[in-house]
T-cell receptor, first 114, second 109 residues
């Protein structure tokens, strides 16, 4: 595996379900990100992890719970979601501490909440 | 991070150069210009970045004006597979990127 991988690629869940999205980066980066992209809207930054510490939480509802057990893995735990949470969830990684730091994105998880 | 302005859409004929403009008049001295593209329902893909000099890689060229208030991404020979939303982002050394609406480029046969 190379780059940034995300599983599952597609997920359908009910409002009472609990599920988790997984992201893994194989680039040796020290920062990871979750973005949400709703239909016809720009990407919205949700969470930022730097060296496994959460450094940013952009007013995301508590029904979204991130976890970063190590620098290569990032999870987004979902519970009691609403239909408006249906979106493409994108994970990214980058190497902080450099003058420039492009982000590398995974393919995304297409989430549908019924 | 500085705000950017891009046209919402552009068309380009296959095989011709696609020139995508971006205005970033409030860019500060330590901020870089990054370009990404997103093909339908996929994750954004990094294309190129620059500070003040023009840059070229295997995907594209980036032309930054001398005052750094605007830039142009050039795809020298556009193909149908270059149809995507192109995002111009300006940021310092923080990792996160703030995405706007981008430019939807449609390459036509």
């Amino acid at each position: 595996e190379t780059g940034v991988t995300q599983t599952p690629r597609h997920l359908v869940m009910g409002m009472t379900n609990k599920k988790s999205l997984k992201c893994e980066q194989h680039l040796g980066h020290n920062a990871m990100y979750w973005y949400k992209q709703s239909a016809k809207k720009p990407l919205e930054l949700m969470f930022v992890y730097s060296l496994e510490e959460r450094v940013e939480n952009n007013s995301v509802p508590s029904r979204f719970s991130p976890e970063c057990p190590n620098s290569s893995h990032l999870f987004l735990h979902l519970h009691t979601l609403q239909p408006e949470d249906s979106a493409l969830y994108l994970c990214a990684s980058s190497q902080l501490g450099q003058i420039y730091n492009e982000q590398f994105f995974g393919p995304g998880t297409r989430l549908t909440v019924l | 991070d500085a705000k950017t302005t891009q046209p919402p859409s552009m068309d380009c004929a296959e095989g011709r150069a696609a020139n995508l403009p971006c205005n970033h008049s409030t860019i500060s001295g330590n901020e870089y210009v990054y370009w990404y593209r997103q093909i339908h329902s996929q994750g954004p893909q990094y294309i190129i970045h620059g500070l003040k000099n023009n840059e070229t890689n295997e995907m594209a060229s980036l032309i930054i004006t001398e005052d750094r208030k605007s830039s142009t991404l050039i795809l020298p020979h556009a193909t149908l597979r270059d149809t995507a939303v192109y995002y111009c982002i300006v940021k310092g050394n923080a990792g996160k990127s703030t995405f706007g609406d981008g430019t939807t480029l449609t390459v036509k046969p």
